[in-house]
């Protein structure tokens, strides 16, 4: 027997007898519900001793669109059909918002989340089909108002950019009260993560921490937010008022929307993304988007306002199938988030060192933010949802429709009895009796 030989011998006998005791080989990455993501949560806590946070979104699998496919027409629309992808926001505000396509760009804070050199690169994207981008909760900021082509401003807890002068400018407000990876809690940046640029925007001293509080001061109850939706209303000259949610007691948060007299409701699944909140709240709590969307849709219509307020839908959604899917479940219209800053930083992330996170190059406390070019990822970002349009173009063709309004549940099939129960949508297969 050669050296080698002996060496390959000796050292595969060791590894039986390691192999032989479960205590080596079985890990707790092995065991059930430990996967490697919740074994590292374990390890952060005991390092820190603090509460888990983490960015995205929940880790969880989700009940999505998937099992949901379109049946295709018989007679699809002859090429050069005109398509109709027209979307308005506020049907009954005195200033509605009109849309072109049926999605916008969702709200990601400069600061709170992302650098500010993605957020104008975003909200050039959004004017390159006509769409809305969404301030995030670090409220108005002017070089995104002079880009943007229709800007929703979110009035935020903190009153970050919600001076009068400010919401005046936006084609939408959007009161925040929840969000769908951090539930209703508030947020802390310490000063040292802010910069000059950024504290100045935010209007802090120098030294002063950033404070996102839980809730507004002053809505305690469904009285003080119809007094709210009102006052905003009469400042803006009538422009939409929606209220954001986290989906949660469905039906009796959207009555008290109802009463305060929104005209549009934003309701964000367990599958909204974040730039980072307590583990806790992003794994366990709230209700998938798809099961929100569908019980929002039938309450708003039993309740005779279907027509009335729009239903905007966030939370997971990543292409232009999951937006018709959601619209003709019930939608009006959908925010896209993450697939957006995605789109927009992918052809620079080579830029980045080696071992560095993707989150380095867009987020604002990233480590290598300046390597971001912004007209770079505006056209990338802007190439993502003009395709977006596009593919929702093919799709309407092959149904036969003209149009997105005339999207149904009847259009689609579900593959599995579980998705056909929770949408009502009709099985793909009969029900076989089983046979003795």
Known sequence: MSLMQYLYSRL????????????????????????????????????????????????????????????????????????????????????????????????????????????????????????????GESGFLAEEREIAKLYVVQYNRA???????????????????????????????????????????????????????????????????????????????????????????????LDKLIYAGVDAIVLDGAQGETAGSPEILINNFGIPSLYALVRAATHLTNKGVKDKISLIMTGGFRDSADVLKAIALGADAIYIGYPVALAAAYSQLNRLPAGSSPTDLYLYDGKHTDLFDVKEGADCAGNFLKALSEEMDIALRCLGKDSIHMLTKNDLVSLTREMSQITGVKLAYPIQPISN
């Not at 919401?167 to 508030?186: C, N, R, V």
Request: net charge neutral; no cysteine.
């Open 12 to 135: 595969a006998d060791q590894m039986l007898v390691k192999l032989a005791d479960m205590k080596m080989v079985k890990m707790p990455t092995a065991v059930d519900n430990y996967s490697f993501i919740k074994f590292m949560g374990i390890a952060e806590r005991a390092k820190n001793g603090k509460p888990l946070s983490e960015p995205l979104g929940s880790t969880l699998d989700f009940k999505d669109f998937q099992d949901l496919m379109f049946l295709p027409g018989l007679f699809p629309l002859p090429d050069g059909t005109p398509l109709n992808k027209k979307v308005t926001i506020g049907r009954n505000a005195a200033k509605p918002m009109e849309l072109p396509v049926p999605f916008m760009i969702s709200a990601m804070a400069y600061g709170a989340s992302i650098s500010k050199k993605v957020k104008l690169a975003l909200a050039k994207a959004s004017s390159a089909v006509g769409t809305a981008t969404n301030s």
């Open 159 to 253: 009153g970050w950019g919600n001076d009068p002068a400010q919401l005046k400018q936006a084609d939408m407000i959007e009161i925040k009260m929840g969000q769908g990876a951090s539930a209703g809690d508030g947020f802390l940046i310490k000063h040292e993560r802010i910069g000059d640029e950024l504290r100045k925007h935010l209007k802090l001293k120098e030294g002063q921490d950033a404070v996102m509080p839980a809730r507004f001061p002053d809505i305690n109850n469904e009285e003080d937010l119809k007094k709210k939706v009102d006052e905003l209303r009469e400042l803006t000259g009538g422009v939409p008022i929606a209220v954001k949610i986290a989906a949660g007691n469905i039906e009796a948060d």
